[in-house]
């Protein structure tokens, strides 16, 4: 663990879980629904909707979500950075491919649940364990070399949203038709999202601005 002397964890309280007796997943999402002001992640590779909807509704009790993807994420059609960033959630991708962690989520800058795996598969049926640490010099030591990590990932992010933006469309509470912004159609209460989700959920495109 860089960065992390060992001494800290002597002051630490360590839990540790096991798959093969514990849900991991719902620990996590346990976690994630008790933390109060700021959630960290970072993650190789991210597939998983369920922790993505707890995240997205984390950030609707305005409690502060970064996220750090693997650099491969940045392409991939399965990771849900884009539905995220979506979310007004803060996604990098790790082009620097630092690695930083495969694998862990901070909470509230006291408690860190590190993965020895990717978040996709801690409700795959393997044998794995999570750490978690509650200490806050931990997570303030970690927060650091994320925060330094996150200056050579916020590039790539910028770009990658300006491209994404020409994807995203508007909808209104009661309309059947997704627009552009700035579509005269469009409501004060318009709501966002990716062109490929208004189809799936049954919107057709307005025959005025022709998103
Ligand atoms: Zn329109």
Do not use: W
Request: proline share 3%; with cysteine.
């Amino acid at each position: 663990m860089p960065g992390i002397t060992l001494l800290f964890f002597l002051f630490s309280q360590v839990n540790i879980f096991f798959s093969s007796d514990t849900n991991i997943k719902d620990i996590v999402i346990h976690r994630i629904r008790e933390a109060k002001r700021e959630i960290i992640l970072s993650f190789n590779s991210f597939s998983d909707r369920e922790i993505a909807k707890e995240l997205s509704e984390a950030k609707e009790r305005r409690i502060k979500v970064s996220l750090l993807l693997g650099g491969r994420e940045a392409t991939s059609e399965y990771s849900v950075g884009n539905y995220l960033a979506l979310k007004n959630i803060d996604v990098y991708y790790d082009t620097s491919l630092s690695g930083f962690f495969q694998g862990l989520i901070m909470i509230d800058e006291e408690q860190t649940l590190f993965f020895p795996c990717d978040i996709n598969i801690i409700s795959a049926p393997a044998n794995f364990y999570l750490l978690e640490v509650i200490s806050p010099q931990v997570a303030k030591e970690l927060k650091g070399n994320f925060q330094r990590v996150l200056t050579e990932a916020k590039k790539e992010k910028v770009i990658k949203l300006s491209i994404r933006k020409e994807n995203i469309v508007y909808i209104t509470p009661k309309g059947k038709k997704y627009h552009r912004e700035g579509c005269r159609f469009l409501k004060k209460e318009k709501k966002s999202l990716s062109k490929k989700e208004a189809e799936e959920k049954g919107y057709k495109p307005c025959l005025v601005c022709k998103p």
